[in-house]
């Protein structure tokens, strides 16, 4: 990308525009990545890198620089390469092992805050007896921001894949809930030894033929592949789901912008009294299909 010569002196400002040079054919956020890869080889935030635009970076920053830029171009996404990833406020240690949470899932975050303290708090019980299963944890994204949001509730995260638990528990234990959210290996609803008042899931539900190939090329098949129509994986948990879910219990499923209505009627024949909704993401999406459960 740059010879030793021409690098040997340059600032943040020119590192930052060739890189992004570089990257253009590859990424829409070309910039951007560039950005995030220069800080996090200087272990500087973004603003200190726009603050300090003249600073020239020795060779051996530049040679790390150039090397991730070198994995970018390969199409491996940032957050693999910096190796975290803010999601709701957290920000969350990433790699190979685990999907990169996404900011669509963030709405799946707010939407069961909303229906749990819409549903729970005016409730007798209140929060303290509640608790919530996160189905396919990966990275421990979804139950850590929702333990951290409700902090009476009992939270398990439950993953089949002992490597992307390996991850969960590192960010578990960076956000001090290690001892508060149970981490349970195994297939989707099966590791757990007692009903939940809630299910959440960001299950796989996408076409690995149809998906964006830097994402099938890097990301973990086991978290992206719903078989082939998508819905495999949604048909073996609301399979599973009466069977651990409490009277009134809630199901909130991410689902892919074409699946909403397929989701419905896979909740419907399983759950047949249950009020059904279908939400948003912010890009006007369907997001999230959520079921509430009749009452004994
Ligand atoms: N949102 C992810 C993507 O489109 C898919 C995540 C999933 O399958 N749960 O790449």
Sequence with gaps: MFSDRSTAHLTVQQL???ATGTLQPVSTT??????LLLAHT???SRTRLLA???????LSQIQ?????VQRRLNREPVAYIVGHRSFYGFDLLVDQRVLIPRPETEQLVERALEIAHRVWAHNHQHMRDRSIADVGTGSGAIAIALAKRLPEVCIYALDICPAALAVAQSNLVRYQLNQRVQLLQGDLLMPLSCPVDMIVSNPPYTILSAIHDDVRQHEPHLALDGGTDGLAVYRRLFKQAPQWLNPGGIVLVEIGATQATAVSALARTVFPQAQIEVYHDLAG???IVALQTKRR
Excluded at 30 to 35: F, G, K, S, T
Excluded at 52 to 58: A, G, I, K, L, V
């Design 285 to 287: 999406h369907d997001r």
């Design 64 to 68: 790390v620089f150039q090397a991730f």
């Design 16 to 18: 930052v525009a060739t």
């Design 30 to 35: 070309a910039r951007l990545d560039a950005e």
């Design 52 to 58: 300090e635009r003249t600073y020239m970076p020795d």
């Design 42 to 44: 200087l272990n500087w």
